[in-house]
Every structure is written in C-alpha cells, then in structure tokens.
C-alpha cells in the first residue's frame, strides 16, 4: 500500500468503546491510538502528531471541549478534533461550534459508516472554517 495511514487518536473513559473504535478504524485502514482519560492528552497529541482526534464529550476530570483546547495549542497544524458523543445532536453540535471542533459525531455512527466519515473529514481542506462557521455535522 503506497497510500499512508490516516493516524487518529481516539480518547474515551469506556474501555469497550475503545476497543470498539479501535478493531473498526484498523480494519478500515486507519493507524488508531487509543487513550483513555482526559489527562495527558496534550502529550499525546504533541508527540504522536495524529491527523484525526475523536474526543468523547462526557469524560469525568475534563470535558471533550475542555480537553479540545488545550490539546489544540500542543497539536500540529492540520490536526483535525472531532466530539464523539451519544448526547442529543443539537446539543452536540453547539458544544462543537462553541469549542472549536472541526466536527461531531453521533456514537451511533459505527462501523463503515464512521471510517467514511473521518475519512471524509481527513480530506477536507485543511484550513480552518471562517469564524462562526459551524462545524461539520458528520453523522448525517
């Protein structure tokens, strides 16, 4: 495969959520690192430079949008944050907008389904979004 990896990092406190994301996003391609609290995610994020971070939203210590911006200041240019959440869409979708995410995605989104639309976030455009843009609705 001459093609490289998509690296993302998923983070979320659910261990079988983990698991999930992981043995799904592998079999689509993807190069998956997993992490599990939101402490030490600004490390993780400077040193292993993915292209793709999946924030659960509902962390205990620190919320997916908290954990957003101060990972955010440490990441590489380019690196795409995304809040992965069961919460209700517009509820989801404001806490985007006012974080700062580049996008959303419902936890009901597995399977093919989630690996087309990282995939699809990936190869957007890597500028950011005009101020007051809001971000991409990826669970449609």
Known sequence: MSETKIRILVVDDDQDQLVLAERTLSA?????????????VSN???????????????????????VLSLARA???????????????????????????????????VQGADL????????KRGRTAAPAGTAPHALNK
Do not use: C, M, W
């Open 28 to 40: 689509y391609g993807f190069d998956v690192r997993t992490h599990r609290s939101s402490l030490g």
């Open 115 to 122: 690996a087309k639309k990282l995939t699809d976030l990936y």
């Open 44 to 66: 993780l994020v400077r040193s292993a430079a993915p292209d793709l971070v999946l924030l659960d939203v509902n962390i205990p210590a620190l919320s997916g949008d908290k």
């Open 74 to 108: 440490q990441a590489p240019l380019g690196t795409k944050f995304i809040l992965y959440s069961a919460s209700d869409e517009s509820k989801l979708r404001s806490l985007a907008l006012s974080s700062g995410a580049d996008g959303y995605i419902s936890k009901s």
